[in-house]
């Protein structure tokens, strides 16, 4: 209708008392029509009190339509303000304490239009929340990726955030280096060795596609992914610049929400910069700690290692071994065939030792020509037959001049915590290197322990 002032319940009180006022004035006219006496109804008398019906009955609506209207409008007016006052202060202070679900939500109780608003309203409450939980995930995800290099600490984190934003249960980082796909960190996975051999995860790679299973409710998996039956799987892969990096696999006991694969996809692209980052100060760190030379660790970050394989050591009760190892007599072989043999040979006994080396040996140029050899859980026993093991492949090892072989051997001095108790691992290393001058003075190209 026509819009009279700027008020609408001024307007309504104006038509509905309008109107009650004409049907009063007309009423006389209907009534004629009706049957009744011209004499009765065209009188003043009568007139007056049909209009004064009319007005009473225009009055007495407009005071329902307040009472039953205006105070569920009031409501909705007073929760939209607190909404707006929350989101003002929130912009500053981050505080959305003020309206929560419980406080800003209103009652819904009729099926009209109030309560169709109401709804809408509630709907709007429920998305502006969203929208917040999602603004916070994205913050504290931004804040922990931009704070990261460290590869190990980052993924843990990250996943930590995948799990708590997406309400999965279990989940894994994986990542891909030379066509192999390594476990960075897990959570809630049974056998983290077996995702690497995935068909799912790697068409996600292939394709860097989003890949998602779902599984029947009620049906027991065999070789379950996680330690519980989950409802469905979803493989989130990582890329840089179209270059795979991993996938984040997830795995729910319900199916996940659109809302849930939305926050995926913001984190997937920020978590694939952080990522390749992380990797590429990975990489720098590992370049800075090698020797160029041999391929094995500087002293210094090899003394940072031993004294963490040591310590580690002593917390799990576990042994350590340490190989000192020296090249028999390579100051004759630099004033004989040049520092550039000598390089070659240092490097073709580097590569002869790697041969002998267990996964997770760590060998560490600590001088010239002397080497020292971490080696986790390896007792006094083990540390010998390595030793041993790494003389006679050096013995065995040729390097070609021109026309001439140079053969070359080396001496080992070996020794092992807790056999050997000593107090701290430089202790350790003196022993070790104690005894590799032993195998210099009984002859050389030996392998001499430590005796206690």
Known sequence: ?????????????????????????????????????????????????????????????????????????????????IVKNTISDANFTGDWSSCSQDIC????????????????????????????????????????????????????????????????IAGAILIESSGELTVLTHHGISDPKLLANSDHIRKALRTLKCQRVEFPENIKIEAVLANFNPREVIIIPLEFKNVPLG??????????????????????????????????HSNLQRIAALDVLTGAYNRRFGLTRLKEEFNRAIRSDTALGIIMMDIDHFKSINDTYGHLVGDRVLSRIAESTYRALREGDLMVRYGGEEFLIILPGASSTNSIQLGERIRRLIAETTVKDGEQYINFTASLGITSFPEDDVEGELELVKHADDALYTAKNKGRNQVVSVQK
């Not at 109030?114 to 804040?143: C, M, P, W, Y």
């Not at 995926?264 to 992380?278: C, D, M, T, V, Y």
């Open 1 to 81: 209708m026509p819009r009279i002032t700027k008020k609408l319940f001024t307007d309504l009180a104006i038509w509905m008392i309008g109107f009650g006022l004409l049907n009063g004035a007309m009423f006389p006219f209907f009534a004629y029509q009706l049957g009744m006496e011209f004499e009765q109804v065209f009188t003043i008398t009568f007139w007056a009190a049909t209009i004064t019906a009319g007005l009473l009955a225009g009055i007495v609506n407009y005071t329902l339509a307040m009472l039953v209207v205006r105070p569920r409008l009031k409501i909705l007016a007073k929760h939209m303000h």
């Open 105 to 168: 939500r209103l009652e819904a109780d009729s099926d009209d239009e109030i309560g169709e608003s109401a709804r809408a309203f509630n709907n709007l409450v429920e998305a502006l929340f969203q929208a917040h939980k999602i603004e916070t995930a994205v913050n504290d995800f931004s804040k922990t990726l931009s704070s990261q290099l460290e590869l190990d600490i980052l993924s843990r984190q990250a996943l930590d955030l995948f799990l708590q934003y997406t309400d999965a």
């Open 247 to 280: 996938v984040i696999i997830l795995a729910a006991n319900k199916i996940f929400d659109k809302d849930v694969t939305r926050l995926l996809q913001l984190f997937r692209h920020s978590f694939g910069l952080a990522l390749n980052n992380a990797l590429a």
